[in-house]
């Protein structure tokens, strides 16, 4: 399993961004693909989950207004678009591999950050200026 992030950047407050997180090595259906993101001194936190086999989109509320995750299966990338950015959303931004099963419990009520996972991207760091 590989996920590869990459669309980060410096980027001036209000501006967007559109993060890619490119994966191989499994079968695309077989996991959703979650975005989390850690702040310098800040825990990581859960932001956004997507299966387009199981038709489930999730984010957290804190980032539903300004954050839209999208997939294409058949280039077996999925996409996290930031729109308003603030300086808080700097951060790295990281992609995982997101079991069935989890991804259908976070779809029914449970958050992407109480679950611990296998397989992560790199990262891509993220920086938005004031």
């Known amino acids: 399993v590989q996920l590869v992030e990459s669309g980060g950047g410096l980027v001036q407050a209000g501006g967007s961004l559109r993060l890619s997180c490119a994966a191989s090595g499994f079968t695309f259906d077989d996991y959703a693909i979650g975005w989390f993101r850690q702040a310098p001194g800040k825990e990581r936190e859960g932001l956004s989950c997507i299966s387009s086999s199981d038709a489930i989109e999730w984010y957290a509320d804190h980032v539903k207004d300004r954050f839209t995750i999208s997939s294409n299966p058949a280039a077996k990338t999925v996409y996290l678009e930031i729109d308003s950015l603030k300086p808080e959303d700097t951060a790295v931004y990281y992609c995982?591999?997101?079991?069935?099963?989890?991804?259908?419990?976070?779809?029914?009520?449970?958050?992407?950050?109480?679950?611990?996972?296998?397989?992560w991207g790199q990262g891509t760091q993220v920086t938005v200026s004031s």
């Open positions: 995982v591999a997101v079991p069935r099963d989890l991804a259908a419990a976070i779809a029914s009520g449970r958050d992407l950050g109480q679950y611990e996972y296998d397989h």
